[in-house]
């Protein structure tokens, strides 16, 4: 088999012999070590791929860099090693890429592996593995490894090293798996989405598709990667949390270094894809230590609605919290959802259950175990009534406001459904499976399901 070609990247200067010695346990595994310098007070020689050609990929000068702060410098070298290593991968010179490295050698390897598409190895060996790496994983694949310390050829690091250097050869060497000749739909949930979600999972496997679920605590920013990258048919964005969560502040939202944007892949590419707004009437925090000061005096003051009057948010589980979104929260959502869903060139419907969004945001009447909000436990931890309209949602009401306002009426490839019923009623699934169909058989128009119970109006005015 021919050797793979394993990029071997680092700061060269500061980390030379980690990185010598990296490249020669990639080589003694049967790979091809290629050595890319990304240092940034320095440059070497030695290096397969030195620096100034690093920074040619973007025309940056060393002294532009060695003159910089450490974090624009980081940021400098990062970039023209993202643009770099594709330039590599598309001549053949980049089967996958290792790195050993501190913090600031993790930061800059990490943004060049970024750039590579999902199922090219990376590795990155960085003592930084024990505190949260959420920020160099940002939405790829890329392993991390703990080599305990952060330099030094030592009893420690070698077993750790050779290790990842075997992984990496060994990885780099499994073939290309055929995509397979069905067709993939995207669907996004939460827990609780759940039901809904396994129901529209359950038609598209019964047209013979395959599907992806993507938690909706970040990585629907790999679903939106994965759309652009040829790889999604059709989407069922059941759930677009990391809206709200990214709006917030959240953990849960698009990783913070994610470059895209969501809700616009599918749009972008005249893909069919199915809107609805599981999970928007929830923001989704670490323990409830982690939750800001100020989103826990909206729950004193009343601006937010609490789990049985508790004046406190409702604790999903140990490490998460959950955080009703106030009226004017949804009211931004509704902004964002429109101009994004604006943009679409396919066929695309925005369906709008009235009476709740979650298994949270439902009342005491219609709770029960299938609705993932056993009966006996009273409303819903996120459940905001509509004053004037028995039954309904308030943050509902809100969201068919904005969205007749805002979405483009003289779009004929872009609808709105409002269906009196609940995210999780059957009914509901139904009418998205349904949209979703129509679109994937050449059926579908705006308008087309007025006719139906529990419709409510459709079209954008």
């Given amino acids: 088999m021919i050797k793979p070609r394993i990029v071997c990247a680092g700061m060269c200067n500061t980390k030379g012999a980690e990185i010598k010695y990296l490249a020669r346990m990639v080589a003694e595994y049967g790979g091809e070590p290629i050595v890319m310098d990304l240092s940034l007070g320095d440059a070497v020689d030695w290096a397969d791929v030195t620096l100034p050609e690093v920074l040619a990929a973007t025309g940056t000068g060393l002294e532009e860099v060695f003159a910089a702060p450490r974090a624009a410098a980081i ?36 943004r060049v592996m970024r750039a590579l598409p999902f199922g090219v190895p990376k590795i990155m060996l960085t003592d930084m593995a024990s505190s949260d790496v959420s ?59 759940t039901p809904a979600a396994r129901r529209c999972v359950e038609y598209l496997e019964g047209r013979g598709w395959d599907t992806a679920i993507f938690h909706a605590v970040g990585a629907g920013s790999t679903m939106e990667d994965l759309i652009r990258s040829g790889l999604i048919a059709a989407v069922i964005d059941l759930t677009p949390a990391e809206v709200v969560n990214t709006l917030l502040d959240s953990p849960f939202g698009v990783p913070r270094l994610w470059e895209g944007e969501r809700l616009t892949a599918a749009g972008d590419l005249g893909l069919p894809q199915v809107v609805a707004p599981g999970g928007l009437d929830q923001v989704a925090f670490g323990a409830l230590g982690s939750v800001r000061r100020e989103y826990l005096d909206d729950y004193l003051a009343g601006r937010r609605s609490s789990y049985q009057g508790s004046g406190l948010p409702y604790q999903h589980n140990e490490s998460v919290t959950i955080v009703s979104c106030t009226l004017d929260e949804v009211e931004r959502v509704g902004h964002y959802l429109a101009d994004k869903l604006n943009r679409a060139t396919g066929p695309t419907c925005f369906v709008l259950p009235m009476r709740g969004w979650s298994a949270y945001d439902q009342p005491r009447e219609t709770a029960s175990r299938e609705r993932g909000w056993a009966a006996g436990n009273g409303d819903g931890p996120t459940w905001d009534p509509d004053p004037d309209h028995p039954g309904w949602s308030r943050r509902a009401g809100l969201m068919l406001q904005v969205l007749r306002e805002r979405f483009d009426a003289a779009k004929d490839n872009l609808d709105l459904v409002a269906v009196d019923r609940h995210l999780l009623d ?20 705006k308008g087309r399901y007025g006719y139906l119970p529990g419709v409510l109006g459709v079209g954008t005015v």
């Fill in 75 to 110: 940021d400098l070298v990062g970039h023209a090693g993202a643009v770099k290593i594709l330039e590599m991968r598309a001549a053949g010179r980049c089967d996958g890429i290792i790195s050993w490295a501190g913090s600031v050698g993790t930061t800059t390897a990490t």
């Fill in 135 to 193: 920020a160099w994983l940002g939405n790829k694949d890329i392993y991390i490894v703990n080599p305990t310390v952060e330099q030094g050829i030592n009893a420690i690091t070698r077993k750790a090293v050779a290790n990842a250097a075997a992984g990496i050869v060994a990885m780099a060497r499994v073939p290309e798996h055929p995509a397979g000749s069905k067709p993939l739909g995207a669907v996004t949930s939460y827990g609780t989405t």
């Fill in 426 to 445: 059957p009914e509901v699934s139904d009418l998205i499976t349904r949209c979703l169909g129509d679109m994937l058989d050449g059926t579908w128009e």
